[in-house]
């Protein structure tokens, strides 16, 4: 069993809290940072990881690029996020590229590229603490508890997250719809696509709308992704995509997604 962390947010804490303020006064202040404290807090918090989930299992670390395919469906993807990163951000990622596997794959955050592996090579464990995580089947750790994911769920969460929106991520789902109302939505009338463009034709949006917020919200698995073009296959579901009728039922999910 692999560990795939989550890195970015690590490194970035890390070298955050290596930062110091120098005041000359007259206008005039210099942040600095000793890159030795950032390095030492990352290592310290990858060994706390790997002692919880298997002192012996390999750990390897993924990192987003700093170009967005998500940016192209919607150019104010995560725009507010835009500050600079810490002092010593890259460095520290320099440095662990000599003593860890580290992943990362042009326009692909580190969710997708982690997303990709655990659906590639199933029988590792995830370990992030963003709650879009929960779209990709199997292992979860996010730095509280572990989850087992099993496909549907992952599923479900997909379209949980396309009506309800991310206002971190800066997509807006549904308007006055969360998380608690989707899931209400979908177990009164199943978790499919239509319940999906019902709900957002509802507010007086169309399904472009709905398929837009679709692809923001995705987590990319091994079948969203081309290999030889090193670029994501767009999520198109077809009319029918539907994983339960509700209430409880389960049938096979039909038409997932259209070829």
Same mark, same amino acid.
């Given at each position: 069993?692999?560990?795939?962390?989550?890195? !970015?947010?690590?490194?970035?804490?890390?070298?955050?809290?290596?930062?110091?303020? =120098? !005041?000359?006064?007259?206008?005039? /202040?210099?942040?600095?940072?000793?890159?030795?404290?950032?390095?030492?807090?990352?290592?310290?918090?990858?060994?706390?990881?790997?002692?919880?989930? %298997?002192?012996?299992?390999?750990?390897?670390?993924?990192?987003?690029?700093?170009?967005?395919?998500?940016?192209?469906?919607?150019?104010?993807?995560? +725009?507010?996020?835009?500050?600079?990163?810490?002092? +010593?951000?890259?460095?520290?990622?320099?440095?662990?590229?000599?003593?860890?596997? =580290?992943?990362?794959?042009?326009?692909?955050?580190?969710?997708?590229?982690?997303?990709?592996?655990?659906?590639?090579? #199933?029988?590792?464990?995830?370990?992030? #603490?963003?709650?879009?995580?929960?779209?990709? #089947? %199997?292992?979860?750790?996010?730095?509280?508890?572990?989850?087992?994911?099993?496909?549907?769920?992952?599923?479900?969460?997909?379209? /949980?997250?396309?009506?309800?929106?991310?206002?971190?991520?800066?997509?807006?789902?549904?308007?006055?719809? %969360?998380?608690?109302?989707?899931?209400?939505?979908?177990?009164?009338?199943?978790?499919?696509?239509?319940?999906?463009?019902?709900?957002?034709?509802?507010?007086?949006?169309?399904?472009?709308?709905?398929?837009?917020?679709?692809?923001?919200?995705?987590?990319?698995?091994?079948? !969203?992704?081309?290999?030889?073009?090193?670029?994501?296959?767009?999520?198109? #579901?077809?009319?029918?995509?539907?994983?339960? !009728? %509700?209430?409880?039922?389960?049938?096979?999910?039909?038409?997932?997604?259209?070829?």
């Amino acid at each position: 069993m692999k560990i795939l962390c989550d890195a !970015d947010f690590i490194v970035y804490k890390a070298c955050a809290a290596a930062e110091s303020e =120098v !005041d000359f006064g007259n206008d005039v /202040i210099l942040v600095t940072s000793h890159f030795s404290d950032a390095y030492n807090a990352t290592k310290r918090e990858l060994t706390k990881l790997q002692n919880k989930l %298997g002192a012996f299992a390999d750990i390897i670390l993924f990192f987003s690029d700093s170009e967005n395919f998500r940016k192209k469906i919607l150019p104010d993807y995560k +725009g507010h996020r835009n500050r600079k990163k810490p002092c +010593g951000y890259k460095r520290v990622i320099n440095a662990l590229k000599k003593e860890y596997k =580290v992943i990362l794959k042009p326009t692909l955050e580190a969710d997708d590229a982690m997303g990709i592996y655990a659906t590639k090579y #199933p029988g590792n464990i995830i370990a992030s #603490p963003d709650k879009d995580m929960r779209q990709i #089947p %199997g292992k979860l750790y996010n730095f509280e508890e572990t989850f087992t994911i099993d496909p549907d769920e992952g599923a479900k969460w997909h379209l /949980i997250q396309t009506m309800a929106g991310d206002q971190t991520d800066g997509y807006s789902g549904v308007p006055g719809i %969360g998380v608690k109302r989707a899931e209400s939505l979908f177990k009164e009338k199943g978790y499919s696509w239509k319940t999906v463009v019902d709900a957002f034709e509802d507010k007086g949006y169309t399904q472009v709308t709905a398929l837009a917020n679709a692809r923001l919200a995705r987590i990319l698995t091994v079948d !969203d992704y081309d290999f030889t073009k090193k670029e994501p296959k767009l999520w198109t #579901p077809s009319s029918n995509y539907r994983i339960d !009728d %509700g209430a409880g039922s389960t049938n096979e999910v039909a038409g997932r997604q259209a070829e």
